[in-house]
């Protein structure tokens, strides 16, 4: 057990090493040099001497051996010092601190969403299989899969907030502020992010709860007398439920991706938002900070799935 | 030598299955299958006949009936220049496929071959390429496919070039496992007993033999790959106007929703087929090719 975290560990190590290079090289492998573009961008790029741009080189580290540019920068990275944006003006560290929770306040809430509801439509399809409640779940779960986030957005927006008003078509306030309508405008967006996780949980949950319920304990279950609630709750969810675990795992990516799509429907400030603008004003340190910030969030939740593996699955624990 | 050894007649073979036929009655078993292939074919000639079959030229702006409703004229309207939502909508599903198929194989190529390698020399290379694509995977694939496009631009090509390098990932993890296991078969023991070169045994028997689930995974692939192009271009990092893409085209139709409702609703609606086409051939596929049910199904 010991050893398998620590190997696991040591592999996230490597991985966080790997993605750090990634998102330092891709941006240093964009064509041109990004002090001249930094420089043309923020437009004083004709009254500057050929001697002023090398001192500013020298400034900023550029003119240092690549692998000491990206030494430089891991270590800021460390301090929370990821750089400065030229649109904002400000240090990108204070631009996430400031967004990021705006992120989670939509995150977090269609991460529980898609897992509670995913595994009771899972279960529900599964316990009825083949009668009707699996007959409106299961289409409903492919729908889910493959509709776009941003048009289920604006089908929404149609329907509940130009056509019924029944929700603030857009926008965003802190729960801190106004309660009642912050939670009127998350509505729509948290439903957006969450339904591609609510699809893809159902239909996990729905396969591997048939699964167990093949099996010979569960038919000892019955036999015993037990009734249909514990068999199901008991005995036949505990062991269906791992492989969801996992799928919510990647569900936090999947969450992640939708909201960049929901962020920028719903018009709603935070990371993602950010990041669509940032690309379009060509704000190229925003977009490394808030890939960076994204890729260890899921690295970290991955990390976090293959333990709760150990823990609920005995065979992993001792093999 | 006692009695009790059974004889085994060999004699007797299992009954012949025509494997074709096989495929054909699972393939089809679920129903929506079927539902799927006609979404996939009606798109392949709208794609592929564009020209002939757009009323109108896709770029060809008309300010004189801009945002014109649906009528005998403008059969789905036109947008905000006044370009007929149907002619973009058929040249849009040119875009999609183009975008799709080219992706998707660029993407599995370099995925197959960096999993065969892996899963074949295993050690160091296996370390270093799976943990390499261990990295990409977290990556959301739209916000690696945004952090390559902040580098490279919009445009068709660098859409297929950010989204093919967001898909090599899931082909060289699958294709890993798979050669993990096929390696450990005799008949590759035997391979390797006779000379054969790493070469042959690679793409004489371990691609062939992991061929089924990367067709399965090029299917579901498509639409991925669709509409995370919708995505980008949604967010109009991707193919932007004047050029048709269905991403783009819901986004500006997004603009007039109250008034032009249909200019998002159409392709968004398109998008969702295609992907629904796919995702539902693709199980299909799975369940007509996976060895493992054959006997059962």
Partial sequence: ????????????????????????????????????????????????????????????????????????????????????????????????????????????????????????????AAIWRGKWPDKVVTPLSYIGLTIPVFWLGILMIYTFGLKLHWLPISGYTSPFKDFALSMRQLVMPVICISIFGIAANARQMRSSMLEVIRQDYIRTAWSKGLSHRIVILKHALKNSVIPVITLIGFGVGIIFGGDVLVETVFAIPGIGFLATMSILSSDYIVVQSITLLISVVILISNLMVDLSYVWLDPRIRYG | ????????????????????????????????????????????????????????????????????????????????????????????????????????????????????????????????????????????????????????????????????????????????????????????????????????????????????????????????IILSEAGLSFLGIGISAPQAAWGSMVSNGYKYLLTNPILSFAPGLAIMLVVFAFNLVGDGLRDALDPRLRGFL
């Fill in chain 1, 1 to 124: 057990m010991t050893t398998y975290i620590a190997r696991r560990l040591l592999q996230m190590l490597i991985v966080l090493i790997m993605i750090t290079l990634l998102v330092f090289f891709v941006m240093r492998l964009m064509p041109g040099d990004p002090l001249i573009i930094y420089i043309a961008r923020s437009g004083n790029l004709e009254n500057m001497s050929f001697d002023q741009i090398e001192q500013l080189r020298i400034q900023y580290g550029l003119d240092k051996p690549l692998m000491v540019q990206y030494f430089n920068w891991v270590t800021g990275v460390f301090r929370g010092d990821f750089g400065e944006s030229i649109i904002y003006k400000q240090k990108v560290g204070r631009l996430l601190k400031e967004r990021f929770p705006v992120t989670l306040n939509l995150g977090i809430p269609a991460l529980i969403v898609s897992s509670i509801l995913g595994i009771l439509a899972g279960i529900i």
């Fill in chain 2, 1 to 224: 030598m006692g009695d009790n050894v059974t004889v085994v007649d060999f004699s007797e073979t299992p009954p012949k299955v025509n494997e074709f036929r096989r495929f054909l009655r699972v393939f089809f078993a679920r129903g929506m299958v079927a539902f799927g292939l006609v979404v996939l074919v009606l798109m392949i000639i709208a794609a592929g006949f564009a020209n002939w079959l757009a009323p109108y030229d896709p770029l060809q702006t008309d300010f004189s009936s801009s945002l014109s409703q649906p009528s005998s004229i403008h059969l789905l309207g036109t947008d905000n220049v006044g370009r007929d939502t149907l002619s973009r909508l058929l040249y849009g599903a040119r875009t999609a496929l183009i975008v799709g198929f080219v992706t998707v194989f660029s993407g599995a190529i370099i995925g197959i071959t960096l999993g065969l390698l892996a899963g074949h020399f295993g050690g160091i290379i296996n370390m270093f390429i799976m943990r390499a694509m261990d990295a990409l995977m977290c990556f959301p694939m739209i916000m690696l496919a945004l952090l390559i496009s902040a580098v490279l631009g919009g445009g068709m090509k660098n859409v297929i070039i950010a989204l093919s390098f967001a898909s090599v990932p899931v082909y060289a993890r699958v294709v890993n496992g798979l050669t993990l296991s096929i390696r450990e078969n005799d008949y590759i023991m035997a391979e390797r007993a006779m000379g054969s070169s790493n070469i042959r045994i690679i793409f004489g028997h371990i691609l062939p033999n992991s061929f089924a689930p990367i067709i399965v995974l090029i299917t579901l692939g498509l639409g991925n």
